[in-house]
Structure formats: C-alpha cells, structure tokens
C-alpha cells in the first residue's frame, strides 16, 4: 500500500471515529430530503375551482415539456409528398400593459416568435412529432421540429410587395423545408429526421402567436414578468398541390370553464386564399415548477455539511492533533489531499443519498398535489442528481481548505457560507437586479448551483432568463466547474501554507 493510500486510509479511520462528524453529514442529508419534501408536500395547485387538477404538461418527443397550441388547417398525407405555398402577409394584435387602469390596451403587431407556414405532424395530439417551415415576426424565415430544434433561414418580413414562398416535403422519416423569393429559385433550410413517423401524417398550414412578454425591473431588486394575449395572422394563396378536403383544429385550445374556447383562433378560404389566426406557441415550455422546486432544502444541509468539513481540518489545530498526522505522513503535501479524498468522497455519498431520494419522490408528490412539473428527459434528471452530489463534495472540499487556511472554525464556516450559500440566496431570491445576480453566479463558488437547472434556455423562445426564475447565467457542468476551481485553489494554498509554515 502506498503512503498516500495509507494517510487516505488513516483519515477515514479517523472520521469515522468522530461521532458528530458523521452525525453532521446524516444532519444534511436528513435536512436536505426533510426539507424538499415538505415544500413539495405543501404546494398545491388546482385549475378552474378549489378540486380540478391542471391538465398534464404535454411532452415532446425528446422528453421535454412543451407548449403545443396553434391553429392548424391540415389534411391527410400517405407516403411521400409535400406542400409549396405564398406567404403574403403577416400581422397581428397584442395586449400591451394598461395605460389606463381598468381599459384594455389592445395594439396591432406580432411578437417577434409569432410563426405561421407549413407543417407536417404526427397527428393533432399535443407533444406529438412534427417539422415545420415558416415565417416570424422577428426572427425570420425559420425550420423548426420536434419543439427544440430550430435553424434560420433568410432573414426580414413578409409582406404584400415582399412575399415569401415556403416548401416543405417528406421523403419517409426525412422533412426537408424550403423557401424562395419568387417561387423558382429555391433555397433549402434544413432537414429533420422524425423517428418512428407514420405512414399517413397531417400537413397543411399553422398560425401561433405567443404571449406578449414584459420583464420590468422590480423594487427592492429581480423583476417582474408579466405575459399577455398575442395573436397572429397570416395569409397564403398560390397553395399546392391540390388534394382532399382542409379539416380545421384549434390544436390544445384553452378553454373557459362553460367549455367555450378562450381566444380561439380561426381559417378562412376565399377564391384560393387562405387566411389563418392563432394564439399559442410551438416550442419548449419554460414556465411552471421543476425538478430543482425539491431541492429546497440544499442550501441548508450545506450549511451542516461545511460546518462538519471545516471542523475536519481546523480541530487537528486547536487540539494539536495535526502533529500527529504529520508523523504519520511527513510529505505535508499530501495530507490536505489525502483529508479532501475522504471528505469529498463521504460528502459525495450524502449528497447522492440526499438527491436520489428528493428528487424523483418529491416529483411525485408535487405532480400529485396538481403541480404541473416540467418534464425532462432522464438523463437529465439524473445528471441533476449526480450533479448535486457533486455540488455537495466540492463545497465540502472548499469548506475543509478554508479550515486548514483560517485554522479558526468559526472565521472559516462563515467564510464558506458567505461565499457559496450566501451569493446563490442573493442572486435567485429577487434581492438584486438580475445583472448584479448574475454575476455573483458567474465569479462566486455559487456558480456550482447551476448543475440543478434542468430547462434550458432557449434561443428561440423568448422568456425571462434570470436566477429568480431558476435560469444561471453558466451552463450546468461549467458552473460546477467554477466551484471545483476554488476548491482545488483553496486547497493548494492550504498544502502550500502546510509546507511553508509550521503546523
């Protein structure tokens, strides 16, 4: 066995045998799981009345939750074969804040994701497979399917004296999309390959608009975000080629409690113009609880869990006992690595015990209360898990470096929690503007907290990015990443201060 093994040994000898040590990490996994679950038990949700559960949140065919609402004017297609049409107009009205309190405050326009062309799709059900090709009011033309998938295509409007020629055609599980100035000339956008798509699919054409969206900057810090009634109308003649009779949907239409649509969209054909209105959006949904709404009780078990790291390093000070490892391991060095082995790997081991058990059991209690959490594919939902346990070891490792360098437990708890908890508490609890949250959760050990998100954003949806709506500014493993660095930093100076210094 080598020196290392044995000091690595010797320091789980030595946790193991300090009863409040591995009491305070059952402390944080109990604390942690406790928590969750009783924020998930409390929080319920109902639709329309004090008992109506809210309808499931639809899931696309990546595992995502997603919106799946528009007007949709279809008709079957067996086989192979496509679509071409002329967009030749594109507008809309919105709800834009009051001016007058009480008087609505209804504009023309669209906003920038309303969309309407040609779709393929697997069906009317929600969630269901589907390729699109279309025009924005922002954005562009654009091919999009499956809700996360997007690629751009020309950029600009479209109008009577600059109209817009789409394609979009099937060739088995390949859509292929396509647009064109003048109906000749035409440019392909992309393709998507839909798994699994049947033989007989709907095509036709779609409108959607999504909510008008305001973020405004709140008193005391964060914002407030506010969505109101979009809706978009689009145009289209020159449509081919001919087939059998157009069936109308208004595809996941909301609806009041008297079972009447609320803003229904609507089709109307003329002379071979067609005109379509919708509301709703095609894309990832962002709103509603997560996977990370159980882990509530994370900030606090860390608070036991650094307590118990620190106190790891710092008492073999205040008691004398460091020169007793010192003869056991006379490589200075190697004894902070060898207490950050043991350390991390037992916080690893109850933060995973911790996360395992929250996670998937507070999910289910909060869908059961009528919670609509969105759905993620499960190598997400594990990669949270795994991710949080992480989490747990590397502030662990951070906590216990910041003893060795302090050699005061309380100067070093405080300075743990002020750095890792504090920030993240800051940032994602409407305190500070968005920017400033921001910030502290790209520079701050906080930034490991990001491994919880579990939505991601979405350039082509527009939403309100910000950590009190539970987005980081770092992607999940980068954020980790962040505070692996400062762990393995403060520990380097921890062994470089053991070596130079007498202990």
Known sequence: MTDFARLVRAEWTKFRTVRGWVLGMVVAVLVIVSLGLFSAAGSHTSCGGASEV????????????????????????????????????????????????????VASGVVPWAKAGLMIKDGTREGSAYAAVMVTGGHGVRMQHNFTRDVAG????????????????????????????????????????????????????????????????????????????????????????QGEAWTYDDVAAARNPDGTVHHPGSAGQSAGTFTVTGTGDIGPRLDGPTIANTLTGVPAGLIALVVVSVLVSSTEYRRGLIHASLLAGPRRGRLPAAKAVVVGAVAFAAGLAATGVVVPVGTRILRANGN???????????????????????????????????????????????????????????????????????????????????????????????????????APWAGLAVLCGYAVLALSAAAFRLRRRDA
């Open 54 to 105: 809210c309808p499931a949140v639809a899931v696309g065919p990546y595992g995502e939750a997603v919106n799946d609402k528009f007007f949709f004017v279809h008709r079957p297609l067996e086989g192979d074969g496509g679509l071409t049409v002329r967009v030749t107009s594109m507008t809309g009205r919105m709800r834009l804040p009051d001016a007058v309190p009480g008087v609505r405050n």
């Open 154 to 241: 020309s950029p600009g409007g479209v109008s009577a004296d600059s109209p817009r020629w789409l394609r979009l055609t099937r060739s088995g599980e390949t859509i292929t999309g396509y647009e064109s100035p003048d109906g000749r000339t035409w440019t392909r956008i992309g393709t998507a390959e839909l798994a699994g798509l049947p033989a007989t699919v709907r095509i036709g054409l779609f409108a959607a608009s999504p909510g008008a969206l305001t973020v405004t900057p709140a008193d005391l810090g964060g914002s407030i975000t506010a969505e109101r009634f979009a809706e978009a109308t689009a145009t289209f003649d020159r449509l081919g080629p």
């Open 372 to 474: 609509p959490v969105l759905a993620v594919p499960w190598l997400t939902e594990l990669r949270v898990v795994v991710g949080m346990a992480a989490l747990t070891a590397a502030a662990a490792v951070f906590a216990l470096a910041l003893g060795a360098l302090f050699r005061r437990s309380a100067a070093a708890v405080t300075a743990a929690v002020a750095l890792i908890i504090v920030p993240h508490i800051l940032a994602t609890a409407s305190v500070l503007p968005a920017g400033v949250g921001q910030w502290l959760l790209r520079l701050t050990p906080a930034a490991g907290f990001a491994i919880q998100q579990s939505v991601p954003a979405y350039a082509h949806v527009l939403g309100d990015y910000s950590p009190s709506t539970g987005f980081y500014p770092l």
